[in-house]
């Protein structure tokens, strides 16, 4: 397939930390959009199917024809997972950290669990699959949490206001005169985040909590997923979500892209929806 990209030759010990490498990409990239890795069979092209590698060829022809407009590429393990494809996923993580060294790989596993156990879920995702940052979730609170952010050069993202309705079960809870969404905002913005490498998840279908949380955290990143498929809209969620200076965000799209087109020709189709989606928010940032 057509490469759309040149190989960075530039190593990732030019940025250090996580939070150097997406802020560099964000710049380099010219782009705030981050592109989800969710495979699912049933949607791949036909001429797929069947193929013992397909999901690793099917990722590899996306991230090469996507790799020059996103500042992040997020794989989400649960699918790699169900399909018994953790090695793809493996192949996929050490495929990014080679050609396109500049782009940060965010695992997104939404891990939680005691300290121990952590500490495991922590060494699988840095070490195993060598991902620049990880999804947790803080409702087993800072010890569980501990694991992570001692891997100073990682970037830990807790959950915080998600996308989906069912988050306002507990997200919307009141603790102490606020929502528990703004209480994990503060907590993660004031005294987790000692080392400067946390981010939160707030979902681009609440514009309005995602101005809250912008508000709290300052100029912290966030990844705000929920834009493509879930509906949300980019005006809205850029303009609440960014920063000061117009950056700020991963916005994730996963399947709105990875399944645009669905013949010989789906890496391209995913390429052009990708560009909209960046210029879509690029639009916006300023
Ligand atoms: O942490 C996430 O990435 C995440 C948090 C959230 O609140 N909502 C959410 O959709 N996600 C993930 O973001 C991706 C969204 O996929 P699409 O809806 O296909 O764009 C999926 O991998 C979700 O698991």
Redesign the pocket.
Known sequence: MTSYNTVCTNKRDIAVTFIEQLSAAWQTQNSQLCI?L?PDLAKFPAHLQGKPDAVLTFSKAIIDATADIACAF?P?IAYFAALRAEDQLEDICKYLRERYPHIPIVL?A?RGDIGATAEQYAREAFERYGADAV?VNPYMGFDSVQPYVERKDKGVIV?CR???AG?SDLQFLDVGGKPLYQHVAHLVADKWNTSGQCAL?V?ATFPNELAQVRAIVGDMPL?I??I???GGDIKATVEAGRTENGTGMMI?????ILYAGKDQNFAQAARQVALDTRDAINQHCK
């Open positions: 989800g969710d997020k989400q997104d939404k999804t959950l998600t996308s989906n988050g998840v979902g990844l997923p929920g493509g498929a879930q994730n799209s996963s399947r709105a």
